[in-house]
């Protein structure tokens, strides 16, 4: 059975960090393209951050350049969304998602999704 488990979110003050994880079973990473949304109390989704399949390029919403990096460990087939200067903005429900046409992108025609990890940034 085809899965994605999503982990590391919790609550942090503004200014700090955290690495979340999406772990894949059933399946190898090395052959999908994975995308980091998001989703904030009565907003919609919004593409985050996405790779693709065995590292080929990053992708990254102007919001989180240049504070978020996303990376993959197909040894662990988990890719991280290490997130650095959270904003309280930043506060969401974070999911993952797996793809394999085309290339990673930004808006949502992925097909698996995971359940999502929260993640909120408050003092």
């Known amino acids: 059975q085809l899965q994605l488990v999503e982990s590391g979110g919790g609550l942090v003050q503004p200014g700090g960090s955290l690495r979340l994880s999406c772990t894949a079973s059933?399946?190898?990473?090395?052959?999908?393209?994975i995308g980091w949304f998001r989703q904030a109390p009565g907003k919609e989704r919004e593409g985050v951050s996405c790779i693709s399949s065995s590292g080929g390029g990053t992708n990254y919403a102007d919001s989180v350049k240049g504070r978020f990096t996303i990376s993959s460990d197909n040894a662990k087939n988990t890719v991280y969304l290490q997130m650095n200067s959270l904003k309280p903005e930043d506060t969401a429900v974070y999911y993952c998602a797996a793809r394999t046409l085309g290339r990673c992108v930004l808006s949502m025609e992925y097909k698996h999704w995971g359940q999502g990890t929260q993640v909120t940034v408050s003092s």
């Open positions: 059933g399946f190898t990473l090395d052959y999908y393209h």
